[in-house]
């Protein structure tokens, strides 16, 4: 039975991968600050006993035994990446030197959640894992995108140097049940709205671009890529290549709740990038991986733990 390291387990993300991982035998190590994360998450598998959680930021150094690491801890949404920025950029490169120092140590395969955040405001399109990207370096979001980016690089640098085998996947716009409510991600800011009948708040024109990815189909991306052969390590793009305009998703959302919320338009925040598809080719080639879930699927599942939630059948 191998064991596993989920770093940021307690998130959104993370608890998808936890739960698949004990499904596949795995017993799991989840570490979480609970920055983001919460408890609530992985509550429903804290009876299974190949299943620990361990409150530690992934800043400071941990020593475990494991054999493989997944390290996703890390603020996603931009309000809370950019609530604390020293600290995000803190957990992307201390984060990412202690995990790589850990994964040496015990020789465990590392995988990384990066981002398409490290394209910036790409000038590519749709994005090709061989795009270098265009991220302001002084904006309000390269805490993230350069913290991610020099975590990439040291995931290469450790592979380089001291030979560790290491995955690097760039995840797109992700969405799912246990997204946090209040995190300002677009399509848990549009239900969560909706559903509360308040206006729906577009971000400029709404004619910006963004392609969404249902979670069970991310996780099952990852889950692939852990798996290559020893001589693949990425980066590889995982995402879902439909590419809709935000104004589309906020019209999609209010249709599928039946909701009487209008279309308000505020502000687009800085830098916020216009257009954003991931080209998967080589996810298609080399993990025989695409997204199944198509959006309104997703939308509906997504919508229908939201409106549990707001109900207070879960909390
Ligand atoms: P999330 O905020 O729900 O999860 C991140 C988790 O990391 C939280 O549980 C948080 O408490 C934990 N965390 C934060 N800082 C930590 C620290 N210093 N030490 C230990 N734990 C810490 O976000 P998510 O959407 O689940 O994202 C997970 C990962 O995937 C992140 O690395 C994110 O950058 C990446 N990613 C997500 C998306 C997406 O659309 N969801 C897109 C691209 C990349
Ligand atoms: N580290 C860790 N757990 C381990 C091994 C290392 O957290 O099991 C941390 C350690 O704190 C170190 C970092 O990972 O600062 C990088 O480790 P590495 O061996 O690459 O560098 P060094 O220890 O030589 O600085
Ligand atoms: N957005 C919006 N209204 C909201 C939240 C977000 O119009 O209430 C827009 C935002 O400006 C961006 C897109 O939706 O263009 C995706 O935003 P999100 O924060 O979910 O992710 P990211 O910008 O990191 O892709």
């Not at 309000?79 to 140590?105: C, E, F, W």
């Not at 709740?257 to 080719?281: A, F, K, N």
């Not at 199944?292 to 409106?307: P, W």
Request: charged share 25%.
């Amino acid at each position: 039975m191998k064991r596993a390291l989920v770093t940021g387990g307690s998130g959104f993300l993370g608890s998808y991968l936890c739960e698949r991982l004990l499904a596949d035998d795995h017993e799991v190590l989840c570490v979480d600050n609970f920055y983001t994360g919460a408890k609530r998450n992985v509550d429903h598998l804290l009876d299974d006993k190949r299943f620990e959680l361990m409150r530690h930021d992934i800043c400071f150094p941990l020593y475990v035994e494991v054999d493989e690491i997944y390290n996703l801890a890390c603020p996603a949404s931009p309000i809370h990446y950019q609530h604390d920025p020293v600290q995000t950029t803190k957990t992307s490169v201390l984060g990412a030197i202690n995990m790589l120092g850990l994964a040496k140590r015990v020789k465990a395969r590392i995988l990384q959640a990066s981002t398409s955040e490290i394209y910036g405001d790409p000038l590519v399109h749709p994005q090709t894992e061989s795009y270098w990207g265009n991220v302001n370096t002084v904006g309000v979001r390269a805490c993230y995108d350069e913290g991610k980016r020099c975590a990439e690089t040291l995931f290469y640098d450790y592979k380089r140097q001291h030979h560790l085998s290491i995955r690097v996947s760039r995840i797109f716009n992700t969405y799912g049940p246990r997204m946090h409510p209040n995190d300002g991600r677009v399509v848990s800011n549009f239900i969560v709205q909706a559903l509360r009948s308040e206006d729906i708040t577009l971000y400029g024109d709404g004619s910006q671009t963004r392609a969404f990815c249902y979670v069970d189909d991310l996780i099952e991306g990852i889950i692939r890529l852990m798996a290559t052969g020893p001589e693949f390590t990425g980066p590889i793009n995982i995402g879902n290549p439909h590419e809709i305009q935000v104004r589309e998703l906020a019209e999609r959302t209010i249709r599928l709740t039946g909701s009487r919320s209008r279309i308000v338009h505020r502000p687009l925040p800085e830098d916020d990038p216009l257009q954003r598809c991931p080209d998967i080719g080589l996810a298609r080639s080399v993990l025989d991986w695409t997204p199944t879930v198509e959006l309104d699927t997703g939308l509906e599942q997504t919508i229908g733990y939201f409106r549990q939630m707001l109900t207070g059948t879960i909390h």
